[in-house]
């Protein structure tokens, strides 16, 4: 079966520590990005990758890291920078088409939790 | 950027229709979309519509676009509890070939039985 996947679904960490959280895809899509959800708030964009070796910051970089050294994978660590880390992250992923259609499909998330 | 805006809730008994509205700022979105997300999920996109239609009718869903307005509304036929989720409106940003998306802050619908 094709999908993205994340994990952990749960993580627990403490103030001050970094994290990195996972997130794979099988679907051959090009283009990778990273939201952070926060409760009764719309989805925000972290960061965004279009190609292996390359990614661009969103809305809400900072405190945070990515890198993309194979297509299917887009590791997001969260660092002791990030002043509210505590949230519910998704990973999506989406095929170039070179229109501006752009099918998003998402991962199950990771639930963050900073104690 | 653009901004998007939703109302927050919604409720509705079995068997009704649920019309959930969002406006939004840039006229120039080519593809505005709706997702679903269930309790604890991720998103599932679940229709879209292009900029030059006005109505996208998909089995119980029904897409309405005034681009005049820049209003998009998502209609349900006969709601069910299984429809209980967030619905989240994201037009794609027409100014790039990534056609980025900007999602409002989600309708939670709430069915009643």
């Known amino acids: 079966d094709g999908g993205i996947t994340q994990s952990p679904k749960y993580l627990f960490r403490k103030e001050g520590q970094n994290v990195t959280l996972s997130c794979e895809q099988n679907l051959n899509h090009d283009a990778m990005y990273w939201y952070r959800q926060d409760p009764g708030q719309g989805l925000r964009l972290i960061y965004y990758s279009q190609i292996v070796n390359d990614f661009q910051k969103g809305d809400i970089a900072e405190g945070y890291s990515v890198s993309r050294e194979k297509k299917e994978s887009f590791p997001l660590t969260v660092t002791s920078a990030q002043k509210n880390p505590t949230a519910f992250y998704l990973c999506?992923?989406?095929?170039?088409?070179?229109?501006?259609?752009?099918?998003?499909?998402f991962g199950p998330g990771t639930r963050l939790t900073v104690l | 950027g653009e901004d998007v805006e939703q109302s927050l809730f919604l409720s509705v008994r079995e068997g009704d229709s649920s019309v959930i509205n969002c406006t939004y700022t840039d006229s120039s979105s080519t593809y505005l979309y709706w997702y679903k997300q269930e309790p604890g999920a991720g998103l599932q996109l679940l229709t879209y519509i292009f900029s030059n239609m006005d109505m996208k009718q998909d089995q119980r869903l029904t897409v309405l676009l005034n681009k005049k307005d820049k209003h998009l509304s998502l209609r349900i036929a006969d709601t069910q509890t299984g429809d209980s989720a967030i619905y989240f409106c994201?037009?794609?940003?027409?100014?790039?070939?990534?056609?980025?998306?900007?999602f409002g802050r989600g309708t939670q619908l709430t069915v009643w039985p």
């Open positions: 999506a992923s989406s095929i170039l088409t070179g229109s501006s259609y752009n099918e998003q499909f």
């Open positions: 994201a037009p794609a940003d027409r100014g790039s070939t990534l056609g980025r998306l900007y």
